[in-house]
């Protein structure tokens, strides 16, 4: 089955500091989703990359996905408190399946002012 | 547009007793998925909806169960709980359910057996 691996687990950055999270995936990946939780609450829908090579951005957030290394990354350029929190990184399992999404562990960011 | 609704929000339970938890999808999404989500083993899919139908299960026992109405709202059930059942669980809506299609999640229940 697919395991997805985020790292780092943890991250504390400065605010106004960019910063960049990994995910890395344990067999191909078909499509990428990336979203933000805050403690305890729903997950807040950031990007789907769907191609390799693929790269979204929003507000300050750049996520992309390289295909061949089987890995996304989600970078944050000039952090700020409202970013704060866990990112997650989510797969589907096969290109035309159903989506029964995989997670990878979570990176739990804080933004000290 | 509304988004995905959740309730109730927070429950508390007896071991042995028995749950329904409901979701609302956004409107025109015809895919419910749940999910279980606890520090320990983070988040695991248990089951997809579509059309009133269940087209993907997880890994958990059959005490879990769901189904879809035909507005697509759906709900959960859990039944003779466990102290292990305590989590976050949390259903996504999507407007077809395929891989590569968009997720959005809903605020959660959280469910405390004691």
């Known amino acids: 089955s697919q395991e997805l691996e985020q790292s780092p687990q943890s991250l504390i950055v400065q605010e106004g500091k960019n910063l960049t999270i990994n995910c890395t995936s344990s067999k191909t990946l078909y499509g990428l989703y990336w979203y933000k939780q805050k403690y305890g609450e729903g997950l807040i829908f950031l990007m789907m990359?769907?191609?390799?090579?693929e790269e979204k951005s929003h507000e300050k957030i750049t996520a992309k996905l390289d295909e061949k290394k089987q890995q996304s990354s989600l970078h944050i350029t000039a952090s700020q408190p409202s970013h704060a929190g866990i990112y997650l990184c989510g797969a589907g399992p096969s290109i035309q399946g159903a989506q029964k999404l995989v997670f990878g562990q979570g990176t739990r960011l804080t933004i000290n002012p | 547009k509304a988004g995905v609704t959740q309730t109730p929000r927070y429950l508390i339970k007896t071991r042995g007793q028995q749950v329904t938890l409901s979701c609302s999808p956004i409107s025109g999404h015809r895919s419910v998925s749940w999910y279980q989500q606890t520090p320990g083993q983070g988040l695991q899919f248990l089951f997809e909806y579509f059309s009133e139908t269940q087209r993907n299960k997880g890994n958990f026992p059959g005490r879990f169960s769901g189904r879809q109405f035909s507005n697509s709202r759906s709900e959960m059930n859990v039944s003779t709980l466990e102290l292990g059942d305590s989590a976050l669980y949390l259903c996504a809506s999507s407007r077809t359910g395929i891989t590569n299609t968009e997720a959005f999640f809903g605020q959660g229940t959280r469910l405390t057996v004691v």
């Open positions: 990359l769907q191609k390799g090579g």
